[in-house]
């Protein structure tokens, strides 16, 4: 029996009395949605008649899948309980913890929502509704008035007659509003030329109480030539207190033992910068077939420290610019645009040291970087 | 006694009434909440595109709740001593620590963790995908601009709010995350090294990041979201919702069901659907396995480290950019950075433009109307065209952001891909804009030819002096010309014929019919296009 068979009450909810007992439930839905501006076109049971095979396995399936959240949701509780969770090194029963209640939790929102859903979908009724969208402007009238009002609440204050006023307040206005900010911005404001610190490593001898710098393994183990081989690398350190942690993140610093036949070319093209001054500063710092560059990527400060043997590259991981070891380690691939600083090295006692601080800054470019 | 009793009966069965007649004397919400019922939500797959971006929001704020309950900020110095042996003993930070402890020692604690990642993804891939469905529908238009303008803002404000979550593990991926983020912020020009050292406190890292973007992930970004959220919504339901063209839809109407029970109900279970969707991800599928990466240190990066995709196009956008720093020579010289020009001067750009795209386009088109009724892509080439040039554009992007990735899995050369990014940026765009251009002439042109000649059936018919034709389907009435009297109304056109009159309905059941086939209806004679005039046909009939 669809209900939008029923003769239309005029189109008017006058045509029913409300009040009447007698009045069915749905003639008031319906004048109470026109009363809202909705008119229901269309309203039909899904199954007009009651119980038939189709209406009742619809009704199974939605129990069906009721039930399974159920057991999927005590299922992912008594996994949360009784499953080992604690990590034990190599395969263990407790890998599978996170899964099983992960499937549980997951299994019995997905089956609850799919019920509801199909519930909707297939046992509510079929309906058309139409509202009216009532968009556009206010009334005209009403835009009047209203815009009346606004320019009254200024005219009642009368500043627009009272200029010694209208001067006066742009003051506090004005000071308020910097004293609200100037406690936010006063003690966040940090001058980076204090100190140098965007300048200045690890490297400089200041650190080491006038003494020139170690170069140091992550443990704080000095270097020797002998402990790089010919063609390895090695990230060494400021040999200062708290050198290798993230304090003096600008700090790596790649060692390189190169080849003969590669120092001799890094040899050649240092001589050679220094006749053109081309990639300025120059810097002679070579101890031997010895070379250390900053490790930290001048584009976007990244370590640049993916070390090509073969073609004697150093690959930043993050923006895949590339430096030539041979050459100074000027950028020949990416987007980086100036080459790694080279750090001085010197021989102390038989270890490495810094002959001074980095001559360049070290890292990414900023607006005033000398 | 028994009087008493059934009194207090009677009270039961009236109570419902007395506690709405209470409440409604005291709040007065029969008005309001009937016609809170009775609004009209129109019914389309493609609208449920935002709800997604909307239950992904609210599981994130239960699980990062837990996650605060457990997680310590503080870039203070600590040796291991957790569950997980194999980082046992080393230095790191109380971040990074208790990050692991989340993972390892905190029972249910890596699903909530792997449940909050996921859903942040989702919760970012919702909001682009809603916001392709509302450009290329026209949902933005008139009177919508404003909230196109909040879902804009909620997009950056998720980028954000997400990037501040990927920082605070302090694994080695979040802090080169972050090194990069400074390196950023650092070629701003003029203000770019004040901007940095007051960030972070100092020079990068420093102890002070974390905690500051700790207090900005968990309060400032997402209370600015819950207040964004929440007028977009407010707005939705004050301007009511778009809808397709079709029968009875006006642009004066809403045509749907009401809120309560149909659309409340099937939204209520799509929440479910979402939530169990991300619990079943959080915990099946590993995401960002943190104590594999090892505490952050400035000296250890790997290959293959990626943003989560929602940054990629910024990532592919850096790798692109050639090597070009602009130095002003006054002074002591000053530098804007390769690094400004995609990192921020793109991203500022991805901004303005789309804010201000609804009034331009308007402007272009002279078009001062309010708009309820969405276009189909078709429909409006040009605008069609251009969104697919910006999404050309981003995966180019957003590819390029892996390309490193893309160079080893497909042994090409890591250079080579760099060059085909820079070269895919400059012509994979106009060539988008320009296929999808003719695409869509194309499908415009198909829906007029149906509309003109009917749906092809695909059933030949030989006529009685032997020539072959397709038997069409009209879609309306023909006029005297044998052709359909029908105008296209900006609503799908049937493409296949309907069954009426070629074959019997199908009969329902998956494994088993459970209802009768319906008796085989006879065979009606079909009309035709060109159409032969019934006399005609009944002619030749007589004739054989």
């Known amino acids: 029996m669809s209900v939008d068979q029923h003769p239309r009450a005029g189109g008017a909810e006058g045509a029913i009395d409300v009040d009447d007992p007698s009045v069915p439930q749905f003639d008031l839905v319906r004048a109470g949605a026109r009363r809202d501006g909705v008119e229901i076109v269309h309203y039909a049971p899904r199954f007009p008649v009651r119980g038939t095979k189709v209406e009742k396995r619809i009704e199974r399936t939605i129990a069906l899948l009721l039930t399974l959240s159920g057991l999927f949701a005590f299922g992912g509780v008594a996994a949360y309980i009784f499953w080992p969770f604690q990590y034990e090194p190599g395969p263990s029963a407790s890998k599978l913890f996170t899964p099983l209640f992960g499937l549980g939790l997951g299994g019995a929102l997905f089956l609850l929502g799919l019920a509801m859903v199909v519930y909707a979908k297939k046992l509510l009724p079929e309906e058309i509704a139409v509202q009216d969208r009532h968009d556009g402007p206010s009334p005209s009238d009403e835009q009047r008035m209203t815009s009346a009002t606004l320019l009254n609440m200024v005219d009642e204050t009368g500043i627009r007659r009272r200029p010694l006023l209208k001067a006066a307040i742009l003051l506090p206005a004005g000071g308020i509003g910097v004293a609200a900010v100037a406690p936010l911005i006063g003690s966040l404001l940090k001058n980076p030329n204090d100190g140098h610190i965007l300048l200045r490593t690890g490297w400089d001898p200041a650190n080491n109480n006038g003494q020139k710098v170690r170069l140091t393994r992550a443990d704080g183990t000095p270097i020797r030539p002998e402990d790089v081989s010919v063609g390895g690398q090695m990230t060494v350190f400021p040999g200062i207190p708290g050198g290798a942690t993230n304090q003096y993140a600008d700090s790596p610093v790649l060692l390189i033992h190169l080849r003969e036949e590669d120092a001799a070319t890094l040899r050649a093209n240092i001589e050679k910068a220094q006749q053109t001054n081309s990639h300025p500063p120059v810097v002679q710092g070579m101890w031997g077939n010895f070379v250390a560059y900053s490790k930290i990527c001048t584009h976007a400060g990244c370590p640049a420290s993916l070390y090509e043997q073969q073609t004697n590259r150093l690959l930043c991981p993050c923006h895949q610019s590339q430096f030539s070891i041979t050459n100074q380690a000027i950028p020949i691939f990416g987007p980086a645009t100036r080459k790694l600083p080279m750090l001085p090295l010197e021989l102390e006692d038989g270890y490495f040291v810094a002959a001074s601080d980095f001559l360049e800054p070290v890292g990414p470019a900023y607006w005033e970087r000398p | 006694m028994s009087a008493a009793r059934k009194r207090r009966r009677m009270d039961l069965a009236r109570m419902p009434g007395a506690v709405a007649q209470g409440v409604d004397e005291r709040f007065q919400v029969a008005t309001p909440l009937r016609r809170l019922i009775n609004k009209v939500y129109p019914d389309h797959w493609s609208f449920m595109l935002g709800e997604i971006a909307l239950y992904s929001f609210i599981m994130l704020l239960l699980t990062g709740t837990f996650l605060a309950l457990f997680f310590d900020p503080s870039m203070a110095e600590t040796t291991y001593e957790g569950s997980y042996t194999p980082l ?457």
Not at chain 2, 318 to 332: Q, S, V, Y
Request: hydrophobic share 50%; charged share 15%; aromatic share 12%.
């Open chain 2, 88 to 544: 046992r003993g080393i230095q790191m930070t109380k971040a990074y620590e208790t990050s692991l402890n989340l993972s390892f020692d905190v029972r249910g604690g890596l699903i909530m963790r792997q449940m909050h990642h996921w859903g942040a993804l989702l919760f970012m891939a919702a909001i682009v995908v809603h916001m392709f469905r509302i450009f290329f529908t026209g949902a933005f238009r008139k009177p919508r601009e404003f909230n196109w303008i909040i879902g804009l803002l909620l997009f950056w404000l998720g980028f954000f709010e997400g990037f501040a979550g990927y920082s605070l593990p302090d694994d080695a991926l979040s802090g080169t995350g972050l090194r990069i983020a400074s390196a950023i912020m650092l070629s701003i020009p003029v203000i770019g090294s004040w901007a940095t050292t007051s960030v972070f406190g100092g020079e990068f890292p420093g102890t002070e990041i974390l905690p500051r973007l700790y207090i900005l992930h968990v309060f400032l970004i997402p209370l600015i979201l819950i207040a964004l959220i929440t007028l977009h919504i407010f707005l939705l339901v004050k301007q009511k919702h778009t809808q397709w063209p079709g029968p009875g839809r006006t642009n004066h109407n809403v045509v749907g069901v009401r809120m309560f029970p149909n659309f409340g109900m099937k939204a209520a279970g799509f929440s479910m659907i979402v939530f169990g969707t991300i619990a079943l991800m959080g915990g099946l599928l590993q995401i960002n396995p943190l104590w594999l990466f090892g505490p952050y240190r400035a000296e250890v990066v790997s290959a293959a480290s990626q943003p989560d995709w929602y940054v990629m196009f910024l990532d592919g956008s850096t790798r692109l950019m050639p090597a070009w720093d602009i130095h002003i020579p006054i002074g002591d010289g000053y530098t804007i950075p390769a690094l400004f020009w995609p990192t921020i001067l793109l991203p500022g750009v991805l901004t303005i433009l789309p804010m201000l795209y609804p009034w331009i386009e308007a402007r272009l088109r002279k078009d001062r109307q309010a708009h309820h009724l969405l276009q189909r892509p078709r429909d409006v080439p040009a605008r069609t065209a251009l969104g697919a040039m910006a999404i050309a554009f981003y995966l180019v992007l957003t590819i390029s952001g892996a390309n490193d990735v893309v160079a080893e899995k497909f042994d090409i050369s890591l250079n080579a891909m760099t060059w085909a990014g820079r070269v895919g940026l400059l012509v994979a765009p106009p060539l988008a804009y320009y296929v999808t251009y003719r695409i869509c002439l194309g499908l415009q042109q198909h829906d007029r030819e149906v509309l003109a000649h009917g749906v092809e059936t695909g059933i030949i018919r030989r006529l009685p002096d032997g020539r072959f034709i397709e038997v069409h389907q009209p879609l309306a009435p023909l006029d005297e010309h044998g052709h359909p009297q029908i105008e296209y109304a900006g609503a799908p056109v049937p493409k296949k014929m309907n069954r009426l009159g070629a074959l019997a309905p199908a009969v329902r059941g998956f494994f088993f019919p459970v209802e009768k086939p319906a008796p085989p209806t006879p065979v009606s004679p079909t009309p035709v296009s060109p159409a032969v005039a019934p006399a005609e046909l009944e002619e030749s009939r007589e004739g054989r």
